[in-house]
């Protein structure tokens, strides 16, 4: 079973607006990674937050992590067409060994 | 390309039959992963390597799978008397231990696998 849940499931917006997604975990983490996965490039890292971290910044991505709700979000900024893709958190369990579950997911649309 | 690559990038078999897939990881990476994927849904995790040791292995994979790493570079995952149920994107990725809880995986292109 997944440990990460993305809300929501599907999100359409204009070009140039933002975007927010969120993800829910339920068990102790070292890590919360959000991954993009689009047909023609397969799964690419976005961005990486350690469980003492509760916000960081790449580029026009900003993730926020709250590990008492277990819960992290993930905004992108002034959409383009080309960020339409799914966007996965992944979450590496503190169990001392390298587990990464991912979530089921989050499907943007981005329309031009 | 010095990425992680799949081999094959897809493979149609019928019921019953063995299928073995390949993962080529970045040449200096240590942790080697494998995942699978169906559609609509994340990936779930089956099991990884550090060097070429198996270190974990999910209930997922069951006695019908089997991953090997033998020199600690490429990996092999086999699916013994494949199932209809088995159809699915078959992801690896590979990373390079360093931080203490800190592990960004860079993923292949994955193969398609469909059982007929």
């Known amino acids: 079973s997944q440990q990460g849940e993305e809300d929501p499931q599907a999100l359409s917006i204009q070009e140039g607006e933002n975007a927010t997604m969120n993800c829910s975990y339920k068990?102790?983490?070292?890590?919360l990674q959000w991954y993009r996965q689009n047909s023609g490039r397969g799964l690419v890292h976005l961005i990486l937050i350690r469980s003492n971290e509760r916000e960081k910044h790449s580029g026009r991505l900003r993730v926020t992590l709250d590990t008492s709700k277990k819960s992290s979000s993930l905004l992108i900024t002034a959409s383009r067409a080309a960020d339409t893709a799914s966007y996965f958190c992944?979450?590496?369990?503190?169990?001392?060994?390298?587990?990464?579950?991912f979530g089921a997911g989050t499907r943007l649309f981005v329309k031009a | 390309d010095t990425g992680v690559s799949q081999d094959p990038r897809h493979k149609i078999t019928k019921r019953g039959q063995n299928v073995t897939f390949r993962c080529d990881p970045i040449s200096e990476h240590n942790r080697l992963y494998w995942y699978r994927q169906t559609l609509g849904q994340g990936p779930e995790f089956l099991t990884y390597f550090q060097n070429e040791a198996q270190l974990e292995k999910s209930r997922l994979l069951s006695d019908r799978f089997s991953a090997e790493r033998p020199k600690g570079s490429f990996s092999t995952l086999e699916i013994q008397r494949t199932e209809q149920g088995d159809s699915a994107m078959y992801l690896c990725?590979?990373?390079?231990?360093?931080?203490?809880?800190?592990?960004?995986?860079?993923f292949g292109p994955g193969t398609r696998l469909t059982v007929l």
């Open positions: 068990t102790s983490i070292n890590n």
């Open positions: 992944a979450t590496a369990l503190n169990t001392g060994g390298f587990k990464t579950i």
């Open positions: 990725a590979s990373s390079l231990s360093g931080l203490a809880g800190v592990d960004t995986q860079y």
